[in-house]
């Protein structure tokens, strides 16, 4: 017998402004799952991936220290600069391009400040459930420059169990993560397409499309498409879309706006 025929990949937007929002003055945020305040039933996880919040932090302004525990926590630097401390002894500021990971096991405290002068920093804070409990916590630093994302895919967060994937406070290659899910990330031009092929043991993902511009009514900049075989749905900025049925199928993304489209695309393995 041969291999049963795949199904058609099931692509369903979610809409910017339908996601949880608040403005706190200081931070003004996004949430594609429930968070904090926001709380819909319909929108509390996609596998191990549990939080997308899309941040905007003012300057001189951040997160005191706090404490978490059981999460693989991680931020993208979209622009700006952000002060990252913790228990660990961990002290750095991250900026544009810098992916920073929190695991933090059996419990760290953290903080964030924003000391980068007078700019906002942007970034995406997100959050996975560990595919183990009770491990020790651990920080991981990476930096990728534009370049390596220009009209291609570059892998920012991967597997600890992954080849190429080190497990050291920085080094080359995808941050290592202790959960079931893989992170990409592209900038793609004006009038552009690209493939993405997804590995067979990936069951689902999530495209998020990244805002230029802080807006709590519905974004209308941009233009991206997402296509496969049957399967069709246009985002503009700010907007997501879960796909399910994609063992070994190709997703393409086609940038149809005048400006380029910074785009993440999460593989889910769970």
């Known amino acids: 017998m041969g291999d049963l025929p795949q199904q058609q990949v099931k692509i369903r937007v979610r809409p910017s402004a339908e996601r949880g929002h608040a403005d706190h003055g200081w931070l003004k945020t996004f949430h594609t799952f429930?968070?904090?305040?926001?709380?819909?039933?319909?929108?509390t996880s996609f596998g191990p991936l549990r939080v997308i919040n899309e941040d905007r932090v003012a300057a001189g302004e951040g997160f005191p220290a706090h404490s978490h525990s059981e999460a693989e926590?991680?931020?993208?630097?979209?622009?700006?600069?952000?002060?990252?401390?913790?228990s660990m002894g961990n002290e750095e500021v991250m900026v544009k391009g810098d992916v920073q990971m929190t695991s933090a096991g059996t419990g760290i405290r953290h903080s964030e400040y924003n000391y980068g002068g007078k700019q906002a920093c942007h970034?995406?804070?997100?959050?996975?459930?560990?595919?183990?409990?009770?491990?020790?916590?651990h920080y991981y630093t990476r930096h990728f420059p534009d370049s390596e994302k220009q009209d291609r895919?570059?892998?920012?967060v991967g597997p600890s169990s992954d080849e190429g994937v080190v497990e050291a406070r920085e080094a080359k290659g995808p941050t290592p993560i202790h959960a079931d899910l893989a992170t990409y990330v592209s900038i793609l031009s004006p009038?552009?397409?690209?493939?993405?092929?997804?590995?067979?043991?990936?069951?689902?993902g999530y495209v998020h499309y990244?805002?230029?511009?802080?807006?709590?009514?519905?974004?209308?900049k941009g233009s991206l498409t997402l296509s496969s075989d049957a399967s069709k749905a246009s985002l503009k900025e700010g907007d997501g879309a879960f796909l399910e049925c994609l063992q070994g199928q190709t997703v393409t993304?086609?940038?149809?706006?005048?400006?380029?489209?910074?785009?993440?695309?999460?593989?889910?393995?769970?």
């Open 153 to 156: 895919w570059c892998q920012i």
């Open 191 to 204: 009038g552009q397409s690209l493939d993405f092929k997804l590995r067979r043991e990936a069951r689902r």
């Open 73 to 86: 926590i991680y931020s993208y630097i979209v622009s700006g600069e952000l002060q990252h401390k913790d």
């Open 210 to 220: 990244i805002s230029t511009q802080y807006t709590s009514d519905a974004p209308t």
């Open 34 to 43: 429930s968070f904090a305040s926001y709380y819909d039933p319909k929108f």
């Open 123 to 137: 970034f995406l804070q997100i959050w996975a459930t560990p595919n183990k409990s009770r491990l020790s916590p």
């Open 253 to 270: 993304v086609q940038n149809s706006a005048h400006e380029p489209a910074e785009i993440l695309f999460w593989e889910i393995f769970a």
